[in-house]
Nanobody, 129 residues
């Protein structure tokens, strides 16, 4: 049974940085999986933030985070990272990582929540002075 665990959230001032981690375990050991990062702010729907392919060669970003966030992965550690720079109060949310266990390639529809069947428990990011 696959498991995703996020870490690295916290309280940061506007303009600051955080690096989130998503570590996978229990999935088929011969494959790597594409990972999506999503976030959900109070009273809002969960939205896609970024996605990285299993090889790490393809990455997508939401327009709201382009140029500020960078997604990367270390397959030897089964971990995907989300480096968040120049954080804004509107980035405040619970951040989740997710994967599609069918390993379907993701394209322009990478942010469709229903295409992901494994989710982590989330990590809180609060941007406030």
């Amino acid at each position: 049974q696959g498991l995703l665990v996020e870490s690295g959230g916290g309280l940061v001032q506007p303009g600051g940085s955080l690096r989130l981690s998503c570590t996978a375990s229990g999935f088929t050991s011969n494959y790597y999986y594409g990972i999506g990062w999503f976030r959900q702010a109070p009273g809002k729907e969960r939205e896609g933030v970024s996605y990285i392919s299993s090889s790490g060669q393809i990455a997508y970003y939401a327009d709201s985070v382009k140029g500020r966030f960078t997604i990367s992965r270390d397959n030897a550690k089964n971990t995907v990272y989300l480096q968040m720079n120049s954080l804004k109060p509107e980035d405040t949310a619970v951040y989740y990582c997710a994967t599609d266990s069918t390993r379907r390639p993701k394209t322009s529809t990478w942010s469709k929540r229903n295409d992901y069947d494994y989710w982590g428990q989330g990590t809180q990011v609060t941007v406030s002075s």
